[in-house]
């Protein structure tokens, strides 16, 4: 009986190995206790380091995570795929399309604002670029296109009173439209507003993507993995009930 239990037990562990993970498509799970009491207080990361300052655009919190989320894609500007020789992934290649101070004279520029569909970038059907982001990228470039970076935990890492207006959707425009926009979104999940967003937390889709947990496309895809602080604040948003 007991070589029966364990030849049983040996093929169940086998087809679990073979079996591919499953991404975008596991089933729902529970997130109601996702800060369960007996956790440890969460890493909220390093506080340190450059204060953000409202006047500067930096490359590393703002104009990286946009180019790779609209343009750093398979079939695109990735690594493998490199259209047209562009690359957008780093600061080194990005900036060999770039001309410091000079937005007209940059093409990364150039293509991201030009009207024609055949020539802007992205390529439809995604969505173009906002204004506000738009102006984000002409700004960085007239302040040097330096590869700079700041701590938007500076000082500390606050978790209370976050909403969807005041972070998620900020957090969304610049980490995960250019995957997940109103146009052919990547796995058909789209987060443009917030409803979809909140359907997202509501099955743990969106939690498990952005901790990078087994059987889930890490998000950002292409990108780092966003701060602990990022991540705890986002876990605050969705225990306190989503709110907006």
Known sequence: MKNVLLGLAL????LVVLLPACRHELSPIDISNINDPNDPPPDLGDTTGVPCSGDT?????????LLISSCAQ?????????EDGVITTDYAHI??????FNPSQSKIYKVIIDNDPDD??????????????????????????????????YGQCDTSQVTYA????????????GCHGANNPSGGIRLTNYAEVK???????????????PGYSPMPQNGSQLSACYISKLRAWIDAGMPQ
């Open 57 to 65: 655009v930096y490359f590393q919190n703002q104009i990286l995570p």
């Open 166 to 177: 005041n972070f998620i959707q900020p957090l969304m425009a610049n980490y995960c439209l």
């Open 199 to 213: 359907a997202q937390g509501q099955n743990g889709k969106l939690y498990n993507s952005i901790v990078w947990a």
């Open 74 to 82: 398979s079939g695109c500007h990735n690594v493998q795929s490199h």
């Open 95 to 100: 900036m060999q399309h770039i001309k410091p």
């Open 11 to 14: 093929a169940s562990l086998a």
């Open 120 to 153: 802007r970038m992205p390529r439809p059907p995604a969505a173009p670029w906002t204004q506000e982001q738009i102006n984000l990228l002409k700004t960085w470039i007239e302040q040097g296109a330096l590869n700079n970076a700041c701590n938007e935990n």
